[in-house]
């Protein structure tokens, strides 16, 4: 006799629901009927029914070795990890960043239809693997909290949410899928903002990113960030420049260190 929990409704049911109604690829558009659950394989579990298998295929998840700093993957699959040159030449206000993918092929089609297509549901698988790299690369009792790169008001009225903090805020409910006990960090919203409207970033080369940049957020409430180790989550990391002014002003505003994550990095 079989035991243990029966779940509802029975596998078997949803394969239905999938051969009837197969899904489109937030990438390439193609139809396809998601893969069968067979051994457990986390990008296949978060992604499978939101990419296609030949584009599943192709998505690539940031692996060592990387810049210890700066999580740059190196070229080479072999050899042990070590600063690059970029964070050799000119340091980083941060202390580690890390990246789940890398900015490039379908990654991007799926960033596109997240921020851009309306399809904020993703923010929920998307969310999920922000979270495996972040228990892979800290230890989560050694965050005190987590933020979000704020948009100016103006923008997110526009865009009517905060990509960033859409997958951060999921980590609550994710959390109990992982094996943390519960949430060992806050997070929050308000303690950073983005008081300047910039311009687009887009077209710009890193200095004149810089440049557009500066003074561009604020600490609204620095005595929750005093003396705090603080995760900056962010979507996309292009030169840095934008989380590089965020950890800036973290740091002006009394946070002991400041690291980064974000869901898919350039490079
Ligand atoms: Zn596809
Ligand atoms: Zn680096």
Known sequence: MRTGRVTWPPKIFSRIIDWLYPARCTNCKE?????????HNLLRDCLGSWLCPRCLAKTVLIDPPMC????????STVGPDHL???????????????????????????????????????????????LQTLVRYWDPGRIDLAVPVPLHKSKERRR???????????WKKVVAETDLRGMP??????????????GPQAGLNRRQRLKNIERAFEVTRPGLIKGKRI?????????????EACCRCLLQGGAARVDVLVLARRG
């Open 31 to 39: 139809i396809f009927r998601p893969p069968a659950p067979r051994e």
């Open 84 to 130: 690059c040159g970029d964070c050799i030449a000119r340091g980083r206000p941060f202390a580690k960043a890390r990246s789940v993918f890398s900015y490039q092929g379908p990654v991007r089609g799926l960033v596109h239809s997240f921020k851009y297509g309306g399809r904020v549901e993703l923010a929920w698988p998307l969310g999920k693997l922000m």
């Open 68 to 75: 210890t700093c700066c999580g740059l993957p190196f070229g």
């Open 185 to 198: 960090f806050a997070i929050d919203r308000r303690v950073l903002v983005r008081c300047r409207a910039t």
């Open 231 to 243: 995760l900056l989550v962010d979507d996309v990391m292009t030169t840095g420049a934008t989380a």
């Open 160 to 170: 009517t949410f905060n990509q960033s903090w859409l997958l951060l805020r999921t």
